[in-house]
């Protein structure tokens, strides 16, 4: 402390536990001027008058609140602004608690499907009875070389969503039952999301009932997936089973994961009938 009970800058900050450059960023935003600077060294100096104000914006920042609105407060001081202010911010909290639960959730899936994708019985075909789920889906017809053809059909899925596709649920690829059927696994006719139940997807979604379904995990991609089809139309075949709908084919480890092809693991879904 020096010039007459005024206190350096550093000193200010070391006594708020701030850095400099954070006081240096709220005199620039107009919310704390200093008290007096040194025009010949540009050294600036506060006095306790400023301590009051630092506090308020301290206390606010904590809540966090945008400097702007902090600033407004401060050229407008007033109870009732503040009662408002607090208001909003409580509601604001709130909401974003809601946001990191469902940012929660999501984690919890998606471990719950990493450790599911590790634990594969790879190369089995088996038949399961797969729960009632939510999907959107368009009808896309490609054939996949790279991991890269299905972005065109990933973005118009994601069109005017408040969440990317990323965020929601998993991305899945399927052939129609009439070319199931015809033995014809060379192109995909339906590019698909299964959402989550906590997904806000806007657009037209379908609900799945539950499905008995034939199904197949291997290592692998969408690249390697036509010889697994024909592995499974022949296990279809051999026990009577009829197909009721379209494939869902649903990469469970992939780029997005891992660089390592050797720990793919896709799993394709068939259902069917007795």
């Not at 509601?91 to 974003?96: D, H, L, S, T, W």
């Amino acid at each position: 402390m020096e010039k007459g009970g005024l206190f350096r800058i550093g000193d200010v900050a070391k006594l708020f536990h701030l850095s400099v450059g954070t006081l240096r960023h709220y005199e620039k935003a107009g919310l704390l001027q200093p008290e007096y600077t040194d025009d010949e060294t540009g050294y600036r100096y506060y006095s306790t008058r400023q301590f009051e104000c630092l506090n308020t914006i301290r206390y606010l920042r904590v809540l966090d609140m945008p400097l702007e609105q902090i600033a407004d407060f401060l050229n407008n001081r007033d109870i009732d602004k503040m009662q408002m202010m607090l208001r909003q911010q409580k509601e604001a909290v709130i909401n974003k608690q809601k946001e990191l639960k469902i940012i929660e959730r999501k984690i919890e899936h998606r471990l719950r499907q990493i450790e599911d994708a590790l634990s594969s019985e790879l190369d089995i075909i088996k038949v399961k009875h797969i729960a009632p789920r939510r999907i959107a889906w368009i009808e896309s017809t490609l054939s996949i070389e790279s991991y890269l053809d299905l972005e065109s059909s990933i973005r118009r899925l994601e069109q005017d969503q408040r969440d990317t596709v990323v965020f929601l649920g998993k991305v899945g690829v399927g052939i129609a039952k009439d070319r199931l059927l015809k033995g014809q696994y060379d192109r995909y006719d339906m590019v698909f999301l299964l959402l989550d139940k906590e997904d806000a997807y806007s657009g037209p979604i379908e609900d799945l009932p539950e499905e008995t379904c034939v199904t197949l995990r291997f290592c692998g991609s969408h690249m390697n997936s036509v010889v697994q089809y024909e592995k499974m139309a022949d296990f279809i075949s051999e026990h009577n089973y009829h197909i009721t709908g379209f494939s869902k084919e649903i990469t469970m480890i992939d780029y997005g994961i891992t660089d390592d092809t050797k720990k793919f693991v896709t799993e394709i879904q068939i259902p069917v009938s007795d």
